[in-house]
C-alpha cells in the first residue's frame, strides 16, 4: 500500500502496518462517541438505581441499543465526512460562482429538504408516537403514527425554504435581523390563534420541537458549505461579513410554520379530544380517519382503551369482542402486533375477560410469570430492527447522494473526485445510520422512557413502570387484617420478595378467586419530602435535569469546534470557553423549564412566549455578528444523543403525570440557549467598550500621563 509523506513522496508501508493504522483510527474515533454517550447514559443510570433506587428494566436490549448507537454513530459520521460533505463542499463553493441566482435557489430548496429526510434524530418523532392516547390529542396522534411520513415532509420543505430565503439574503446583503422581526412574530402569532383550537393547540409542542430537531449531524453541514461558500463570493465587494452564519437559525424557525399549517389542514378531517367511549362511538365517523383503516382502530382500542369503549365498537356485544380476541389468540404475530406481548395479551385477559374466556386461556396467564423470569430478551428480534432501519437508512442516504451527484454531473459539470473513498463513505453512512437508529429506538429512547416514568417518584406515589405482576395460587385465607390509628380496618398479605417478606396493601379488584391469580401493583414514592406533590422532590428532579443537560451539552464535540470559529470571528472577544459555558448553561436552563411544563402541565407557549419577546429585544440590541452566532449556537444543543433522551424523558415524564403530551422540552432548550449566548454577547461588547474608552487615544496622552507622574 502507498502513502505521501510531508512532502508529498510516496511510500509504501507493509499490510499489517497499514492495518495498525486503520485499527488506531477506528479507536480513537470510537473512544470519542464513547465518552460523549457513556458520561450520559451512566449518569443516568447511576441516578436511577442509587438516588430512584429502580432497577434498569430490560438491561439487556438497552445495552444492546448504547452499543449499537455508539458504534452507528462513529460510522454515520465517519461516512458524512468521507461521503457526503466533500460533495456538499464541491456544491457549495463551485455553485455560487458557476451558477444563475435562480439555479442556486432551486439547489437549496431541494438541498433543504433532501438533507433533512436523512437526519437521524427524525427517528425519535416516530417512536415518540406510542405514547399519545388518540383520543387525547387525534391530530397530533395522525401527526406521530398515520401521517408521520407527512411529518417528515412538512419539517424538510420547512428547511428547504429556509435555505432559499438564506440565499436570497446573502443576495441582497440583507442582515438576519429582519428576517427575526418578521417570522417569530408570525409563529407567536400561530401559536396563540392555536391556542383556541383543542386539536392545534396539542400539536404546538410538536411543532415548536420539529424546527430544533432538524439541525444535526447532517443538515448544519450541509447548509453551512452552501452558507458559506455562498456568503463569500456574494460578500466580495460588499460590507457583508456574516460568514455564513444564520442558516441554521432560519433552519430551526420555518418547520415549525410549515407543520402548524399542515395541521390546520388535517384539523377538519379528525374529531376533537374527548374521552375513549365518545371516541370510538359510531356517532363520531371521524374516527376511523385516524387510522390507517377499521381493522387497526379495533386493534388499537382493544390494546389500549377501556372496556366501555371497546364494546362500541362491537354493538355492545361482549361476545363478539371475545370471538375478535380468540382470532388473535390464534396468530402470536397478531399478539405482538396487538398486545405487544403474551404478557400483554394475559394482561387483557385478566382485565376483561370473562370466567369461561379466563379458563380457556389460563395458560396465558400462567405464561406471564415464566415471562417475566426470562425477560423482555426472550421475545427480543434483532434482525427484524435491523432490517427496518436499514430500509429507512437507504431511503434517507439514497436520495440525498442521487441529488448531489446529479449537482456535479448535470449543473456544474464536475468530476467525482476519490469517488472510492465517497462510496465507501456512502457505506458507512448507510451501516452506521442502520445501526444508529436502531439503537435509538431499544436504547437511548427506552433509557431515557425509563427515567423519565420513574422521575415521578421524587415527588410523588406513583405504581412502579413494569413492576406489575401475576402472583400464582392466591387465595383469600393468606389475607390478613389491621387497624390504622384512626381505627380503621386495613387487609393485606406478605409477599416473599427476594427471600424477605413484604407487607403488601390488599386490593380485592386485583384479585381473581376462580384463577386463584392476584394483580399485583407496587407504588412507590414520594422519595423526598411528603404530600402528594413535594416540592422537595420536585427540586431534585429539577437539579437532576440541569446536570443532566448541563454535562450533556459540555460533551457535545461540534460545540468545542463551534467555540473555536466563535473566538476567530470576534477577533478574540468572545472566547472559546466562554461560549461552552452560555450554551451549557442555557441547555440546563431550558432542560428545567421543560421539565417544570411537564410536571405543572403548563402549556409550551406559555413559556416559549415571553422567552421569544425577550429575544427580539435582546437581538435588537445586539450587534450582527453576535445575533448570527447567538441563533446558530442552538443548533450544536440538540444533538443525535441529546434530543432522543431529552424527547423520551418528557414523554416518560408526561405519561406518569397525565399530561396529554410531553413536547417542548427541545425548543425551551434551543431559545435558553440563544438568550444565554446574546447575553453573553451583549455583556462581551459592553466590556470591549468600557476598554476602548479608558485606552488612550493619542501618544500625546501617554506622554501627559508621564509628565503629570
Known amino acids: 500500500m502507498k502513502r505521501k509523506n510531508a512532502k508529498g513522496q510516496e511510500f509504501k508501508v507493509s499490510s499489517a502496518e497499514a492495518f495498525r493504522w486503520i485499527l488506531r483510527y477506528v479507536k480513537q474515533k470510537l473512544a470519542e462517541q464513547f465518552k460523549v454517550v457513556a458520561g450520559i447514559i451512566l449518569y443516568l443510570i447511576f441516578f436511577q438505581i442509587l438516588v430512584l433506587g429502580t432497577p434498569i428494566l430490560d438491561a439487556g436490549i438497552i445495552g444492546i441499543g448504547i452499543v449499537m448507537v455508539i458504534f452507528g454513530l462513529t460510522?454515520?459520521?465517519?461516512?458524512?465526512?468521507?461521503?457526503?460533505?466533500?460533495?456538499?463542499?464541491?456544491?457549495?463553493?463551485?455553485?455560487?460562482?458557476?451558477?444563475?441566482?435562480?439555479?442556486?435557489?432551486i439547489v437549496a430548496l431541494f438541498l433543504g429538504i433532501a438533507a433533512t429526510f436523512a437526519e437521524p434524530a427524525l427517528g425519535v418523532l416516530k417512536t415518540a408516537g406510542s405514547s399519545v392516547q388518540a383520543w387525547r390529542a387525534p391530530l397530533l396522534y395522525v401527526f406521530l403514527n398515520k401521517h408521520s411520513a407527512l411529518l417528515v415532509a412538512a419539517i424538510a420543505i420547512g428547511v428547504g425554504l429556509s435555505m432559499l430565503l438564506s440565499m436570497v439574503r446573502f443576495i441582497k446583503g440583507w442582515s438576519l435581523k429582519p428576517f427575526l422581526y418578521v417570522i417569530l412574530p408570525t409563529m407567536m402569532l400561530f401559536s396563540i390563534l392555536s391556542l383556541f383550537h383543542p386539536n392545534l393547540r396539542n400539536l404546538l409542542g410538536l411543532a415548536w420541537d420539529s424546527g430544533s430537531v432538524t439541525t444535526g449531524p447532517v443538515t448544519v453541514p450541509l447548509v453551512l458549505a452552501l452558507g458559506i461558500g455562498f456568503s463569500h463570493v456574494a460578500s466580495q465587494g460588499s460590507d457583508s461579513s456574516d460568514g455564513g452564519f444564520g442558516v441554521v437559525t432560519l433552519a430551526s424557525l420555518i418547520p415549525m410554520l410549515i407543520v402548524l399549517s399542515m395541521g390546520f389542514a388535517l384539523s377538519f378531517k379528525v374529531p376533537l379530544p374527548t374521552g375513549d367511549v365518545e371516541f370510538f362511538s359510531p356517532e363520531n365517523p371521524k374516527s376511523e380517519y385516524v387510522f390507517r383503516d377499521r381493522g387497526e382502530m379495533v386493534d388499537y382500542a382493544i390494546s389500549n382503551a377501556s372496556l366501555p369503549a371497546q364494546l362500541t365498537l362491537f354493538d355492545g356485544q361482549m361476545q363478539g369482542l371475545f370471538d375478535y380476541v380468540r382470532e388473535i389468540a390464534q396468530d402470536d404475530d397478531r399478539i405482538r402486533e396487538v398486545f405487544g406481548s403474551k404478557a400483554g395479551f394475559g394482561e387483557w385477559i385478566y382485565h376483561f375477560g370473562s370466567e369461561d374466556f379466563k379458563e380457556e386461556f389460563a395458560h396465558i396467564i400462567a405464561d406471564d410469570a415464566e415471562q417475566g423470569k426470562n425477560g423482555a430478551m426472550s421475545g427480543f428480534n434483532f434482525w427484524?430492527?435491523?432490517?427496518?432501519?436499514?430500509v429507512s437508512a437507504i431511503r434517507a442516504i439514497v436520495p440525498l447522494t442521487i441529488f448531489l451527484l446529479a449537482l456535479l454531473y448535470f449543473v456544474l459539470r464536475e468530476k467525482l473526485r476519490r469517488a472510492d473513498e465517497i462510496f465507501l463513505g456512502l457505506t458507512f453512512a448507510i451501516i452506521g445510520m442502520t445501526l444508529f437508529g436502531g439503537?435509538?429506538?431499544?436504547?437511548?429512547?427506552?433509557?431515557?422512557?425509563?427515567?423519565?416514568?420513574?422521575?415521578?417518584?421524587?415527588?410523588?406515589?406513583?405504581?412502579?413502570?413494569?413492576?406489575?405482576?401475576?402472583?400464582?395460587?392466591?387465595?383469600?385465607?393468606?389475607?390478613?387484617?389491621?387497624?390504622?390509628?384512626?381505627?380503621?380496618?386495613?387487609?393485606?398479605?406478605?409477599?416473599?420478595?427476594?427471600?424477605?417478606?413484604?407487607?403488601?396493601?390488599?386490593?380485592?379488584?386485583?384479585?381473581?378467586?376462580?384463577?386463584?391469580?392476584?394483580?399485583?401493583?407496587?407504588?412507590?414514592?414520594?422519595?423526598?419530602?411528603?404530600?402528594?406533590f413535594s416540592m422537595l422532590g420536585i427540586m431534585v428532579v429539577l437539579i437532576f435535569a440541569f446536570i443532566m443537560g448541563y454535562s450533556a451539552t459540555l460533551a457535545e464535540p461540534a460545540l468545542s469546534a463551534m467555540g473555536i470559529t466563535?473566538?476567530?470571528?470576534?477577533?478574540?472577544?468572545?472566547?472559546?470557553?466562554?461560549?461552552?459555558?452560555?450554551?451549557?448553561?442555557?441547555?440546563?436552563?431550558?432542560?428545567?423549564?421543560?421539565v417544570s411544563q411537564v410536571i405543572w402541565n403548563i402549556h409550551v407557549f406559555y413559556l416559549l412566549g415571553p422567552i421569544y419577546v425577550a429575544l427580539l429585544i435582546v437581538t435588537h440590541f445586539s450587534t450582527e455578528e453576535y445575533v448570527n452566532i447567538g441563533w446558530d449556537s442552538a443548533a450544536v444543543t440538540t444533538g443525535p444523543i441529546t434530543v432522543p433522551l431529552v424527547l423520551s424523558m418528557g414523554l416518560g415524564i408526561g405519561?406518569?403525570?397525565?399530561?396529554?403530551?410531553?413536547?417542548?422540552?427541545?425548543?425551551?432548550?434551543?431559545?435558553?440557549?440563544?438568550?444565554?449566548?446574546?447575553?453573553?454577547?451583549?455583556?462581551?461588547?459592553?466590556?470591549?467598550?468600557?476598554?476602548?474608552?479608558?485606552?488612550?487615544e493619542s501618544p500625546s496622552e501617554f506622554e501627559a500621563e508621564d509628565v503629570a507622574a
Open 439 to 532: 439503537g435509538i429506538e431499544l436504547g437511548l429512547a427506552k433509557m431515557g422512557d425509563q427515567v423519565g416514568s420513574n422521575l415521578p417518584v421524587s415527588f410523588t406515589e406513583m405504581e412502579v413502570p413494569g413492576g406489575t405482576r401475576m402472583i400464582q395460587g392466591f387465595d383469600e385465607s393468606l389475607v390478613y387484617q389491621s387497624l390504622t390509628p384512626q381505627g380503621e380496618t386495613e387487609e393485606f398479605f406478605f409477599l416473599n420478595e427476594n427471600g424477605k417478606p413484604a407487607a403488601i396493601v390488599y386490593e380485592a379488584e386485583n384479585h381473581d378467586p376462580v384463577q386463584g391469580v392476584y394483580r399485583y401493583i407496587p407504588k412507590r414514592g414520594p422519595l423526598f419530602g411528603k404530600g402528594k
Open 566 to 594: 466563535v473566538e476567530d470571528v470576534t477577533v478574540g472577544a468572545f472566547k472559546k470557553t466562554m461560549l461552552i459555558q452560555a450554551v451549557a448553561i442555557g441547555v440546563g436552563v431550558g432542560i428545567i423549564l421543560g
Open 655 to 696: 405519561g406518569q403525570v397525565g399530561v396529554v403530551e410531553g413536547f417542548g422540552i427541545v425548543s425551551l432548550v434551543s431559545c435558553c440557549t440563544i438568550v444565554s449566548v446574546l447575553s453573553m454577547g451583549l455583556f462581551v461588547n459592553l466590556r470591549r467598550k468600557r476598554l476602548l474608552n479608558v485606552m488612550p
Open 75 to 105: 460510522l454515520f459520521l465517519e461516512g458524512l465526512l468521507l461521503g457526503i460533505m466533500p460533495m456538499g463542499e464541491e456544491v457549495g463553493i463551485q455553485l455560487p460562482q458557476k451558477a444563475k441566482s435562480r439555479t442556486i435557489l
Open 384 to 390: 427484524e430492527y435491523l432490517w427496518r432501519n436499514f
